[in-house]
């Protein structure tokens, strides 16, 4: 099943429409895979409401539970910490046969499924490329999602970018660190070489275009090559070279291991905040059950 097919007709439910779920929302109405009239978007502000009817020409509502009701999807885009507050609202509003996409980060499948008492789950990260339809999307199905259920989910991801389904929900938390935090890395190297750029001479707004110009084409070539990017290194590394020196500067101040500890550490920052977000559903569920 192509993705223009297993989105057709199909109804879309919108809970926080944020920067990320936004994205979502422009990709799937520039590639016409779902009318704007067949989506509903909550959001507790009247002028972001308005701002999404003008905008997009969508259906947008202040009742989370009135944007899921006659959805096939429920797209999940509000921040962690306003987890818990949005599960009793959807909790009895969510149907058997419907599929909850989460894009909430941190937020395990169980968190999702326990909070809302659904068992059809995905759980996605994707990183922020994918406001421009260049994103790397990353995302695990529970047991209870069908295949036309995933083709749903590759079609919508597809508007965002690439996208990998992972059959093993660990490696969304490694995303989480790798490509979902991986912009922020970049960025800010990106930010370092255009300062070094300036220190030299260069007015700033030739810095910043030489390096995006330099990054972007050095990822295109690495792409197209097909070699290993230590190999690609080389061929530009001659003995006793500028960049040859410049690569001894690098691994002396162990950017390496600085980069390894940085992914580890959002790691593992991830791992609190999806063991955080159990916890604060476990207790919602327990004082749900004692009314």
């Not at 969304?172 to 300062?195: N, R």
Request: aromatic share 4%.
């Amino acid at each position: 099943m192509d993705a223009e097919n297993s989105l057709h007709g199909a109804r879309i439910g919108i809970v926080g429409t944020g920067v990320m779920a936004e994205a979502m929302l422009s990709g799937l109405l520039d590639r016409r895979l779902v009318d704007a009239s067949r989506i509903v978007c909550s959001h507790p502000r009247a002028e972001r409401r308005a701002a999404l009817e003008r905008e997009h020409g969508v259906v947008t509502t202040s009742a989370n539970a009135e944007a899921v009701r006659d959805a096939d999807v429920v797209l999940l885009g509000v921040k962690p910490q306003m987890l818990a507050e949005v599960m009793p609202e959807l909790r009895g509003s969510i149907r058997a046969q419907q599929l909850v996409l989460s894009i909430i980060a941190g937020a395990s499948t169980r968190a999702v499924g326990d909070g809302l008492q659904h068992p059809a789950i995905v759980r996605c990260m994707p990183n922020t490329p994918a406001q421009i339809g260049q994103g790397v999307s990353v995302w695990f199905a529970t047991e209870s999602v069908d295949e036309a259920g995933k083709a749903r989910v590759r079609a919508m991801l597809s508007a965002l970018g690439r996208e990998f389904e992972v059959h093993d929900e660990r490696q969304v938390a490694m995303a989480t660190a790798v490509s979902g935090t991986g912009p922020t890395y970049i960025f800010l190297f990106i930010e370092a070489l255009t300062d070094a750029a300036v220190h030299l001479g260069f007015p700033r707004h030739v810095a910043r275009e030489l390096v995006l110009d330099t990054m972007q084409g050095s990822a295109a070539f690495a792409l197209h090559s097909g070699k290993h990017v230590a190999e690609l290194r080389d061929m530009v590394t001659s003995p006793g070279g500028t960049s040859a020196e410049a690569l001894y500067q690098l691994e002396k101040g162990r950017l390496r291991t600085v980069v390894s500890d940085a992914v580890w550490a959002a790691f593992e920052r991830t791992l609190r905040l999806e063991a955080t977000l159990e916890n604060r559903d476990d207790n919602s569920t327990s004082r749900a059950s004692r009314r």
